[in-house]
């Protein structure tokens, strides 16, 4: 099976402009989580979809959303660039039952925002 | 409030020997734990996991071990090779639930 795949891996943005995310789960895989990486803040968990619909939500402002289509790829966008967005955005899909369920990870988009 | 703390930022580890690497938590919903297993420029990859039931969970060179009344886990890596230098995070789950917590990962450098 193809792993999650993200694109695009590198981006350079401005502040104030806004950025678009993609993930494409492994084939199967209903749930899609998106994680940001910072070196001060570590790995923190944005949001979860199932199903097209967000199931879970972390502590971040709404200049972060996402959404889920219906053969499960999923997007996040982040509006009003700010400096502190500059980090890793991680997907990792799941399946299986609810708190039990393994994510696997994508390659990451790494975003620099200038 | 970091619900789960890798205390050693590094560890060093001269190859064919045992690497340790442990983590604790606060948070007893946490009932689900898994490892994980990052190279730069790279997503993290999925080592082991082990549930609250147990206290052992093996996998080839890999052994987690779980002492739920002291809300410690640790990582075992039998034997160590280079190729498993990278940094590793500790990660939970609460009972029902879907997100990862992670700890802020230990950077192991296994030595030839």
């Known amino acids: 099976k193809a792993g999650v795949t993200q694109t695009p891996r590198y981006l350079i943005k401005t502040r104030g402009q806004q950025v678009t995310l993609s993930c494409s789960p492994i084939?199967?895989?209903?749930?899609v989580s998106w994680y940001q990486q910072t070196p001060g803040q570590g790995l923190q968990f944005l949001f979860e979809y199932f199903s097209e619909t967000q199931r879970n939500k972390g502590n971040f402002p709404g200049r972060f959303s996402g959404r889920q289509f219906s053969n499960s790829r999923s997007e996040m966008n982040v509006s009003t660039l700010e400096l502190g967005d500059s980090a890793l955005y991680l997907c990792a899909s799941s399946s299986g039952p609810r708190g039990r369920e393994t994510q696997y990870f994508g390659p990451g988009t790494r975003l620099l925002v200038l | 409030d970091q619900q789960v703390k890798q205390n050693s930022p590094s560890l060093s580890v001269q190859e064919g020997r045992i690497s340790i690497l442990n983590c604790d938590y606060t948070?007893?919903?946490?009932?689900?734990f898994l490892w994980y297993k990052k190279y730069p420029a790279e997503g993290p990859t999925f080592l082991i996991s082990?549930?609250?039931?147990?206290d052992k969970n093996e996998d080839g060179r890999f052994t987690v071990f779980l002492n739920k009344s002291a809300k410690h886990l640790s990582l075992h890596i039998v034997p160590s090779q280079p190729g498993d230098s990278a940094v590793y995070f500790c990660a939970a789950i609460e009972s029902g639930n879907t997100p990862l917590v992670f700890g802020k990962g230990t950077r192991l450098s296994v030595i030839a």
């Open positions: 084939s199967g895989h209903r749930s």
């Open positions: 948070n007893s919903m946490f009932d689900y």
């Open positions: 082990i549930s609250s039931i147990k």
